[in-house]
C-alpha cells in the first residue's frame, strides 16, 4: 500500500518501499557492501585530519549515511566524513583546542551546523546554493587536497608534531598550508625509516590497485586493500610494539583503541561564548557542506532523470549532523567518491545507503580489534593519496582560460587555502568576489521565441509556448554569469520538455559567458542528443567561441552545430534553423 503523502513528504525514505522487490534489494546490497569497504578506511583516516578519534569517523559515517538517506532529497548521495569538511574543522583546531576540550567543541559545532541547516531549510534557502559558483569550489577542493597533503606528510614521516621545528629564522610563522610544509622540511632530520617505508608502500598500493581498477573496467576497494595489506605486514613484523625501538610505528590503538561497543550517546553543552566563537566556522562549514551535497545530489539525479529539492536535501544534511554530533562524531556532508561508488555499484534506491551504514557499523562490531593495528602512517599514505587528487590540473586550467572573472575568483579561493590559517576565510574570500562580479553586470537573461512565418521570415514573441514545436529558435539576451545558470538550465529544460527536440539558440546579443554556465549549455546538448535532438547556437562571436572551446564543451555540443555570427543580420541563425530541419528529416522520433 502506498505510503500517505504528508509522511512520505516529511521522510522520502517511505517512498523506496514503494515497489521494491527482491532485484532492487539485491542491488542495493551489493553496492551498500561496496561501499561500506571504501568508507571504514576513509572515515578513520577522517577522523584524524579532523583532530578526532578514528572511531568518531566510523559513527559519524553510520549515522550520517543512515539520516541523510532517510530524510534527503537524493537516491544515491552517501553522507558521511568528507575531505573538505574535515579540512575546516582541522584549520579551526587551535581555537577549539584554546577552550579546553578540542573534542567537545567539535561535537558541539556538528551540533550547531545540523541546526543551521535545518533552519535554512525551513527558510528555503537551499535555492541560494547556487552563487557559489564553479571557480569557488574548483579552487577551494584544489587548495583542499594541497592542505590534506600538507598536514599528513608529518604522520607519513613519523614526525611527532611536538617535536617538529617551530619557528622560521627565529619567527614563529602562522599556521598555514605553505608554513606547515615548510616546518615539515626543516624537521626531515628527525624521520621514522619505517614509518616513510610504510606511507610510501600504502600510498603505491592504493595508486597500483586504481590503475589495475582502470585497465579491468571494474572498482576496486583500493584504499580498505592497500591498508589490509600494510597492517598485516607491520604487525607480522612486528613494528607496531614497543620492542621495535626507534623504528616503532603509531597505530590505532595508540590514539584510542577501538572496542566492540556501540557509541555513548552525546549531549552537547554550551554557553554563549562558545557560541559566539563556533558561529562563523559553523556558518562556513555548514555551507560549504550544503554546496557540497546539493551539487552531488543534482548530478546524480540528472543522469537518472529523478526530481532534486535543494531545500529537502538541506533536511537531510541537517539530520545527519545532528545524528553525527548525538553519537560524538564529526561534521559530514555528501562524498564525491562514496556517492559515485554506491551509484555505479548498481544501487536502485536510497536504501543502499541505508544498508550501507548498518553494514560498516556490523563490520566494525564483529572485527574491531583488528582495526586497532592499523598504523596511522598507513592511513596518512591514504589520506595524501586522497588529497592529490582533488588537485584536478585540467579542470584548474580550464577555469583559468575561461574569463578573467572566473580567474580572479579561482585564485583568490585557491590562495586563501593556502595563506588563511581558517580556511572558512577562504571560501568566504572567493564567493565575496563571485559575488562582487555578478552585481557588475546582473541585468539577467532574456528568452525570446523566433517563429518562421509564412513568408519565410522570423517573428519574435516574447513568451515561449507551453507546447513545443519539434524544431524551436531562441534568441537569448543579457549577461550569462553562474547566478543565472540554474535558471537559464531550467527554462531551456522546459522547452525540451515541451515537446522541442531541436533548439537554435540565438547569441548574438548574450554576454560575459562564463564557465558554469558553458557547462549548462554542455548539459543541455547531452539531453537534447539523449531525445535524438541536438543543441545548435548561433551567432556565435569569436570571444564567446574562445570561451566555450576554452570551457571544454565544444565537442559536446558539436563543431557542427555552432554557427559564427555573420555581417548579415540572422544569416547564421537561418543555417542552423535549415540544418535543424536537414537534421529532424534524417532522425526521426523512434527510429
Request: glycine share 10%; hydrophobic share 50%; charged share 15%.
Amino acid at each position: 500500500m502506498a505510503a500517505p503523502l504528508p509522511l512520505e513528504r516529511w521522510l522520502p525514505l517511505v517512498g523506496s518501499f514503494r515497489g521494491y522487490d527482491a532485484t532492487a534489494a539485491r542491488r542495493d546490497g551489493v553496492a551498500a557492501l561496496t561501499v561500506a569497504l571504501f568508507t571504514i578506511p576513509q572515515g578513520m583516516a577522517y577522523a584524524l585530519i579532523a583532530g578526532m578519534p578514528p572511531s568518531a569517523g566510523i559513527w559519524s559515517a553510520v549515522a550520517a549515511s543512515i539520516l541523510g538517506a532517510a530524510f534527503g532529497s537524493s537516491e544515491f548521495l552517501m553522507n558521511g566524513p568528507t575531505n573538505a569538511m574535515s579540512v575546516l574543522l582541522a584549520a579551526n583546531a587551535a581555537a577549539f583546542a584554546s577552550r579546553g576540550d578540542a573534542i567537545g567543541a567539535i561535537v558541539l559545532l556538528t551540533f550547531l551546523i545540523g541546526a543551521m541547516q535545518l533552519l535554512a531549510a525551513l527558510l528555503r534557502l537551499g535555492s541560494f546554493t547556487r552563487f557559489v559558483s564553479e571557480p569557488v569550489l574548483t579552487g577551494f577542493t584544489a587548495g583542499a587536497g594541497l592542505y590534506i597533503a600538507a598536514n599528513q606528510l608529518p604522520a607519513l614521516l613519523g614526525l611527532d608534531r611536538s617535536s617538529m621545528v617551530q619557528t622560521v629564522a627565529g619567527w614563529k610563522p602562522p599556521g598555514n598550508v605553505v608554513f606547515d610544509l615548510t616546518r615539515t622540511i626543516l624537521s626531515l632530520g628527525h624521520t621514522n625509516r619505517a614509518s616513510l617505508a610504510t606511507g610510501a608502500a600504502t600510498f603505491g598500493i592504493v595508486r597500483g590497485l586504481q590503475w589495475l581498477e582502470r585497465q579491468r573496467g571494474q572498482r576496486v576497494p583500493a584504499p580498505f586493500l592497500a591498508i589490509l595489506i600494510v597492517t598485516l605486514a607491520v604487525w607480522a613484523l612486528g613494528l607496531g610494539d614497543p620492542e621495535a625501538g626507534a623504528s616503532k610505528l603509531k597505530l590505532v590503538r595508540d590514539i584510542e583503541p577501538l572496542r566492540r561497543a556501540l557509541p555513548e550517546l552525546v549531549r552537547p553543552r554550551a554557553d554563549l561564548h562558545d557560541l559566539q566563537a563556533l558561529l562563523g566556522p559553523a556558518i562556513a562549514i555548514g555551507l560549504l557542506g550544503a554546496v557540497e551535497a546539493i551539487a552531488i545530489g543534482k548530478a546524480l539525479a540528472a543522469r537518472v532523470g529523478h526530481a532534486f529539492d535543494a531545500n529537502r536535501q538541506l533536511v537531510g544534511e541537517g539530520m545527519c549532523n545532528l545524528g553525527a554530533g548525538l553519537v560524538g562524531g564529526f561534521a559530514s556532508s555528501g562524498s564525491f567518491t562514496r556517492s559515485a561508488v554506491n551509484f555505479e555499484a548498481g544501487a536502485a534506491t536510497r536504501l543502499s545507503c541505508i544498508f550501507s551504514g548498518v553494514l560498516v557499523l556490523v563490520i566494525m562490531l564483529l572485527f574491531a580489534p583488528g582495526a586497532n593495528y592499523v598504523p596511522i602512517t598507513a592511513l596518512a599514505g591514504t589520506l595524501i593519496h586522497i588529497g592529490l587528487k582533488l588537485v584536478n590540473v585540467g579542470r584548474l586550467r580550464a577555469t583559468i582560460k575561461t574569463t578573467v572573472a572566473d580567474r580572479t575568483v579561482l585564485l583568490t579561493t585557491f590562495a586563501g587555502t593556502m595563506l588563511f590559517e581558517h580556511l572558512q576565510y577562504a571560501l568566504f574570500a572567493g564567493i565575496g568576489v563571485a559575488i562582487f562580479q555578478a552585481l557588475r553586470r546582473a541585468e539577467g537573461f532574456k528568452l525570446a521565441l523566433m517563429e518562421e512565418g509564412p513568408d519565410g521570415t522570423l517573428l519574435w514573441k516574447a513568451e515561449l509556448p507551453e507546447r513545443s514545436p519539434e524544431i524551436i529558435a531562441i534568441a537569448l539576451q543579457g549577461e550569462l554569469f553562474f547566478a543565472a545558470a540554474e535558471t537559464l538550465e531550467r527554462r531551456l529544460r522546459s522547452v525540451l520538455d515541451g515537446g522541442a527536440r531541436f533548439i537554435v539558440l540565438r547569441l548574438t546579443h548574450a554576454y560575459n559567458l562564463d564557465a558554469t554556465c558553458a557547462e549548462v549549455f554542455a548539459q543541455l546538448a547531452r539531453e537534447a542528443r539523449a531525445r535524438r535532438g541536438r543543441l545548435l547556437l548561433s551567432g556565435v562571436r569569436p570571444g564567446l567561441y574562445g570561451t566555450l572551446e576554452r570551457a571544454g564543451v565544444l565537442e559536446q555540443i558539436g563543431l557542427d552545430a555552432v554557427f559564427a555570427s555573420e555581417p548579415e543580420l540572422i544569416a547564421s541563425t537561418r543555417r542552423a534553423i535549415a540544418y535543424a530541419h536537414e537534421l529532424a528529416a534524417s532522425a526521426p522520433t523512434g527510429s
